[in-house]
């Protein structure tokens, strides 16, 4: 059984940093795909953030510049790194991965950002 766990959240203050990581564990396959999605309150999960077994990146356009993906393939792991964090970046994290053709979520990590 594949198991995604993350870490890294917390409360921040405004232009503060913040780095997320996210183990998938339980399987002998590598990430084709992981990705960190997020979701604040009364809006929609969205896209953050996303890093293919090529090590090829994508962003959501507010967080281009901001936030850096990078990951190990072997190790099934992905980081967000969260650099000048504003309020609007107020939201409960959540990693996902396909390996293979299945996709996994983990459980959601909070990141509050005060102004």
């Known amino acids: 059984q594949v198991q995604l766990v993350e870490s890294g959240g917390g409360l921040v203050q405004a232009g503060g940093s913040l780095r997320l990581s996210c183990v998938a564990s339980g399987s002998s396959f590598r990430f084709t795909y992981m990705s960190w999605y997020r979701q604040a309150p009364g809006k929609q999960r969205e896209l953050v953030a996303s890093?293919?077994?090529?090590?090829?990146?994508n962003y959501e356009d507010s967080v281009a510049g901001r936030f850096t993906i990078s990951g190990d393939n072997a190790k099934n792991t992905v980081h967000l790194q969260m650099n000048s964090l504003k309020p609007e970046d107020t939201a409960v994290y959540y990693c996902k991965s396909l390996i293979r053709t299945r996709q996994y979520w983990g459980q959601g990590t909070q990141v509050t950002v005060t102004s």
């Open positions: 890093i293919g077994s090529s090590s090829d990146t």
